[in-house]
């Protein structure tokens, strides 16, 4: 099984951000999982919720994961939800590291800005932020190796921390 180095955490936690600069320090390639599903889908993230709601856009979010088992060792930036399933979960903990970026409700719609992207954060407040991060949290925490804080902290600041948690683990 290759080592990856999987990034998790709720949206607007900066995963893709971090995640690229991680890839440049560590020499290793960079795939974001969203990007993957949007291609195996066809479609953008918004037209699958429309068209399949949660369950089929969850259906081919755990397809694309599953497609990046194979690939050689790259750092991935997972979407949010990833972790609400149990299979994705245990599939993650044998892929490689898992790195969750912490990041509070108001801090991840502040850097989100506008959400109509994210059809789960659309329409609705910081009250429907923290509730959705609150149920997740405890998943997040299950599932990762280490627990990198973004509070406050530029994507270079995290990414060092990243780097430096991993290269502590291999
Ligand atoms: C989701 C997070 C999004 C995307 C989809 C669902 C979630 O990815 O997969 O909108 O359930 O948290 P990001 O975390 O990359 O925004």
Redesign the pocket.
């Known amino acids: 099984m290759p080592r990856h180095v999987l990034l998790i955490g709720?949206?607007?936690s900066g995963?893709?951000t971090v995640g690229r600069l991680v890839g440049e320090s560590l020499g290793m390639p960079f795939l974001d999982l969203?990007a993957q599903?949007v291609a195996t889908g066809g479609r953008t993230?918004e037209e699958i919720f429309a068209a399949q709601g949660e369950s089929g856009?969850r259906a081919v979010?755990s397809a694309a994961l599953e497609a990046l088992s194979g690939s050689d060792h790259a750092v991935i930036?997972c979407?949010?939800?990833v972790v609400l399933d149990d299979a994705n979960r245990s599939l993650l903990k044998r892929l490689g590291t898992v790195v969750y970026l912490q990041v509070s409700a108001e801090e991840a719609l502040a850097r989100i800005g506008d959400t109509s992207g994210?059809?789960?954060l659309a329409g609705g407040g910081v009250a429907m932020a923290s509730a959705l991060l609150r149920s997740r949290e405890a998943l997040y925490e299950a599932t990762a190796d280490v627990t990198v804080s973004t509070a406050g902290r530029t994507p270079r600041e995290v990414a060092d921390s990243v780097v430096t948690a991993v290269g502590c683990r291999s």
Do not use: T
Request: hydrophobic share 40%.
């Open positions: 709720f949206m607007g995963k893709s969203d599903v993230i856009f979010e930036a979407g949010g939800g994210r059809p789960l």
